[in-house]
C-alpha cells in the first residue's frame, strides 16, 4: 500500500512548511479537491476517480450518478461507500447587465456562513462537456441594499441566495451565453489543496474527497472476495437528501455497510456541536445511531481488528444525517478521520490519520476473506 504522506523536507520545516508532495497518490487527492461536483453533477469528480482506478477494473455509472465497482459475486454483500458531491450553486438567472444569479441546489444543513465563502472570492462557472470552467468573481449587493438592514444597525447578517451575484466579465446576458454560460450550470469557488505543516493538508470538500480517495486507495490495494461481492461505490447526491445512497440501498440488499464520512452536518433537531476527535491522533469509529445488535456487532469487529493492529482508533458522536441514513436497519459502521474546521472552504485533514484508516479498512476487508 502506498502512503499519502510521502515529501521531502526542506530548510523551511522548522517553520512548519513543506515541499510539494511527491507522491502520486497526494496529486490523486488533489485532483479530486479541484474538481467541481456540486450535487447532481459530479461528472468532474467521476471522471477523476474512473481515470485513477486500475487497469481491469471497471465502475458503472448509475442513473444516479453514482460511480460503482463490483469485485466478486453473490452474496454475502459488503458495501463501502463515500460521497462524490459537494455543497455550492447553480446559476439560476443571467441578468441583462450581465451578472449572474445563484442558488444553492443542497437540502442538507449547512454552515450558517457558507454563503459568505463565496464573497469576494475566486470561482468556476461550470461549462459545456469538453470546455474548461469559466473563471469568475463571487459579489454581493451593496451592504446598504440588503433586506432587513438599517441605518447605525448591527453587522448584517450571512448573505442569503438572493443577495449574492456572480461576475464573469460580461456586460450583458449575450455576452455572458456567448461565453458559454448557461442555466444550471455549477459554480463552486476556485479550489485548492493546501499542504500545510504537520502533515496536515487542507481543502473545500476535504470531508468528502479525503473519503473518496480512501476508496480510491481501496479499490487499487483490496483482491476480490473468494465467496459473496464487494461493492465500492461512489456516491452522487450526498447533498441533496442522499438520493445517490438511497439508490445503492435499493439496488443492493447489502449485508454489511460502511460508510466513510468524515464530518456531517447536525439535522435542526440536534444539536450543532461538531463530530469530535483530535485530528493526529488516528481515524474514528463513529458513535453513530444505529443501535441494532448487528450494527453494535459490526463495529465491535472493527475495533477489535484495530487493537490487533495496534491502531488507535477514536470513538466520536455522529449526527443522524451520515451518508448511511437509507441503509437504516442494515449492519452498519461510519468510519472517518477528524476533520478541522468543517464546513469551511479549509476542512483540515491528517495524512497520517488518512494513511492509518486504509491500512485498516484493508485489513478488515482482507481479513473477510
Given amino acids: 500500500m502506498r502512503s499519502l504522506r510521502r515529501f521531502l523536507p526542506t530548510a523551511l520545516a522548522c517553520f512548519c512548511l513543506v515541499s ?6 497526494l496529486e490523486s487527492l488533489r485532483a479530486l479537491i479541484r474538481a467541481q461536483g456540486v450535487s447532481g453533477r459530479e461528472a468532474n469528480v467521476r471522471d477523476a476517480i474512473q481515470s485513477r482506478l486500475p487497469a481491469g477494473r471497471r465502475a458503472e455509472v448509475d442513473n444516479l450518478g453514482n460511480l460503482v465497482l463490483v469485485l466478486g459475486s453473490g ?6 461507500m463515500a460521497a462524490m458531491d459537494e455543497a455550492g450553486f447553480v446559476v439560476t438567472q443571467i441578468r441583462p447587465d450581465g451578472y449572474l444569479r445563484v442558488r444553492r441546489p443542497a437540502r442538507e444543513p449547512l454552515p450558517p456562513r457558507f454563503n459568505a465563502y463565496f464573497v469576494g472570492q475566486p ?4 461549462a ?9 468573481a463571487g459579489a454581493i449587493l451593496s451592504t446598504h441594499l440588503q433586506r432587513g438592514r438599517a441605518d447605525n444597525a448591527a453587522p448584517a447578517p450571512p448573505p442569503r441566495d438572493e ?3 456572480v461576475d464573469a466579465g460580461a456586460r450583458s446576458e449575450a455576452e455572458a451565453k456567448a461565453a458559454g454560460i448557461r442555466l444550471l450550470a455549477p459554480v463552486t469557488l476556485e479550489k485548492d489543496l493546501a499542504v500545510l505543516g504537520g502533515g496536515m493538508v487542507a481543502g473545500f470538500a476535504m470531508d468528502g474527497r479525503a473519503g473518496c480517495e480512501v476508496l480510491l486507495q481501496l479499490a487499487r490495494n483490496v483482491t476480490p472476495p473468494k465467496e459473496g461481492s464487494l461493492v465500492l461505490a461512489w456516491a452522487a447526491q450526498s447533498w441533496s437528501g442522499e438520493r445517490g445512497a438511497q439508490r445503492l440501498a435499493k439496488r443492493f440488499e447489502a449485508d454489511e455497510v460502511l460508510v466513510l464520512d468524515f464530518y456531517s452536518a447536525a439535522a435542526a433537531d440536534e444539536t450543532g456541536k461538531p463530530p469530535g476527535g483530535r485530528a493526529g491522533r488516528g481515524p474514528f469509529l463513529a458513535d453513530s445511531p444505529e443501535k ?8 465491535a469487529g472493527i475495533r477489535a481488528k484495530a487493537h490487533a493492529l495496534g491502531i488507535p482508533l477514536q470513538s466520536v458522536r455522529f449526527p443522524s444525517t ?5 441503509f ?15 464546513g469551511t472552504p479549509v476542512e483540515t485533514v491528517s495524512l497520517d490519520d488518512l494513511d492509518t484508516l486504509i491500512r485498516l479498512m484493508d485489513a478488515y476487508l482482507e481479513s473477510l476473506r
Fill in 328 to 342: 437504516a436497519g442494515r449492519p452498519l459502521a461510519v468510519l472517518g478521520v477528524p476533520v478541522r474546521f468543517p
Fill in 128 to 136: 459545456a462537456e469538453g470546455r474548461d470552467p469559466i473563471p469568475a
Fill in 123 to 126: 470561482l468556476l462557472i461550470g
Fill in 20 to 25: 510539494s508532495l511527491q507522491s502520486q497518490d
Fill in 322 to 326: 451520515h451518508d448511511g441514513k437509507p
Fill in 75 to 80: 452474496r454475502p454483500v459488503r458495501l463501502v
Fill in 292 to 299: 441494532d445488535a448487528a450494527s453494535r456487532a459490526l463495529r
Fill in 163 to 165: 443577495d449574492l451575484l
